[in-house]
Nanobody, 115 residues
Framework: QVQLVESGGGLVQAGGSLRLSCAAS????????MDWYRQAPGDQREFVAR???????NYEDSVKGRFIISRDNAKKTVYLQMNSMKPEDKAVYYC?????????WGHGTQVTVSS
């Protein structure tokens, strides 16, 4: 079982930065693929970024060059550094862990970007 707790959300002006954190409980964090998703009001949840156990990353096109996902296996934490933020980045951001065929989700953290 994996429990995930996101933090770091808040209000930021357009062009600003925020760093989200997702702390995982349980053992064997190192073998989890970790993702960030987001969901804006009225929209479906969408993929934002991924970091694999080996450290490979990939991003949704609209955040490439602005967001950076990273992981600290010793702290069992994954981060999402969000730079040059835009009003359309406003959403609830969720952390997801995938281990074998199991998926675990956090409860989300709200990010609001003012124009």
């Amino acid at each position: 079982q994996v429990q995930l707790v996101e933090s770091g959300g808040g209000l930021v002006q357009a062009g600003g930065s925020l760093r989200l954190s997702c702390a995982a409980s349980g053992s064997r964090f190192v073998i989890n693929t970790m993702d960030w998703y987001r969901q804006a009001p009225g929209d479906q949840r969408e993929f934002v970024a991924r970091v694999t156990p080996g450290g490979n990353t990939n991003y949704e096109d609209s955040v490439k060059g602005r967001f950076i996902i990273s992981r600290d296996n010793a702290k069992k934490t994954v981060y999402l550094q969000m730079n040059s933020m835009k009003p359309e980045d406003k959403a609830v951001y969720y952390c997801k862990a995938t281990r074998l065929s199991y998926e675990y989700w956090g409860h989300g953290t709200q990010v609001t970007v003012s124009s």
